[in-house]
């Protein structure tokens, strides 16, 4: 059952990535910036969650932030996906 838990937060990191990303997709930011605005979002929510979830799938910071900032550009991939399914 951890083991699960431990995806869940990966998962809910990208979700909040891809949340960020259409905020910024509203602002007069260039869109070119939403793949370095998600991996470094995913990377400090990475670290976030290593101190505040026991379950989290890694044990140090630099996994950690691997994770995170792996995470967020799924959320941009995962944007292109569903930008080609509606075309």
Avoid at 25 to 33: A, E, Q, Y
Avoid at 77 to 85: D, M, S, V
Wanted: glycine share 10%; charged share 10%.
């Amino acid at each position: 059952m951890m083991e699960v838990l431990g995806i869940t937060a990966v998962a809910a990191i990208t979700i909040i990535c891809y949340l960020a990303a259409e905020i910024v997709k509203v602002t007069s930011l260039d869109n070119k910036w939403i793949p370095v605005i998600c991996g470094i979002s995913g990377g400090i929510l990475g670290i976030a969650a290593l101190f505040w979830m026991p379950d989290f799938p890694v044990q140090d910071v630099l996994s950690a932030a691997a994770v995170g900032i792996v995470s967020g550009l799924a959320a941009t991939g995962a944007n292109q996906i569903f930008k080609q399914f509606r075309s």
